[in-house]
Antibody, heavy 117, light 108 residues
């Protein structure tokens, strides 16, 4: 069974840092581009970042560029999102997902990040 | 950045009726790299359609997608009770990837 499980969310003060993880199982993780998408409370979906299957290519939304870093460890089947200089507006549920370019795109259940003093 | 505008914002329909949701892009979506998702409260989005018109694995055939260029449509041929939810379109052909603001399909 394909599974993506996010972890690492929690409460952090403005200006703080957090690292999210996404553990993948049930598919060949190293073959897939991966994405992070977030959803602020009561709001719509916002794409955050993506990384190529081998980790060599990354891209980011303007709102997180320079503050967030996406990475992956294919040996551990794990995707990461390092989030620095966090702001109140980064408060959201963060989802990891495989690429929407194939029939078997999968999303995790999400992890909540709350940025507040 | 490609802006996706979804309409209507809310669609009020009865079970068994046909739902037609629109997604319009501010510029052409390359290679019809357009996806649709369904989301229910407290749940992660569910992947429905990719490539504008191809159904994802396990998606019932009452869901269909169409369109190209800047105009795309998601059609639900006969609404089932479990189909009442929020629907999002997404373009994944050009970075940054973008989502539409969503259409809520509610029970009339």
């Amino acid at each position: 069974e394909v599974q993506l499980v996010e972890s690492g969310g929690g409460l952090v003060q403005p200006g703080g840092s957090l690292r999210l993880s996404c553990a993948a199982s049930g598919f060949t993780f190293s073959s897939y581009w991966m994405h992070w998408v977030r959803q602020a409370p009561g709001k719509g979906l916002l794409w955050v970042s993506r990384i190529s299957s081998d980790g060599s290519t990354t891209s980011y939304a303007d709102s997180v560029k320079g503050r967030f870093t996406i990475s992956r460890d294919n040996a551990k089947n794990t995707l990461y999102l390092q989030m620095n200089s966090l702001r109140a507006e980064d408060t959201a549920v963060y989802y990891c997902a495989t690429s929407p370019s194939t029939a078997d795109c999968q999303w995790g259940q999400g992890t909540l990040v709350t940025v507040s003093s | 950045e490609i802006v996706l505008t979804q309409s209507p914002g809310t669609l009020s329909l009865s079970p068994g009726e046909r739902a037609t949701l629109s997604c319009r892009a501010s510029q052409s979506v390359s290679s019809s790299h357009l996806a649709w998702y369904q989301q229910k409260p407290g749940q992660a989005p569910r992947f429905l359609i990719y490539g504008a018109s191809s159904r994802a694995t396990g998606i019932p055939d009452r869901f269909s997608g169409s369109g190209s260029g800047t105009d795309f449509t998601l059609t639900i041929s006969r609404l089932e009770p479990e189909d009442f939810a929020v629907y999002y379109c997404q373009q994944y052909g050009t970075s940054p990837l973008t989502f539409g603001g969503g259409t809520k399909v509610e029970i009339k």
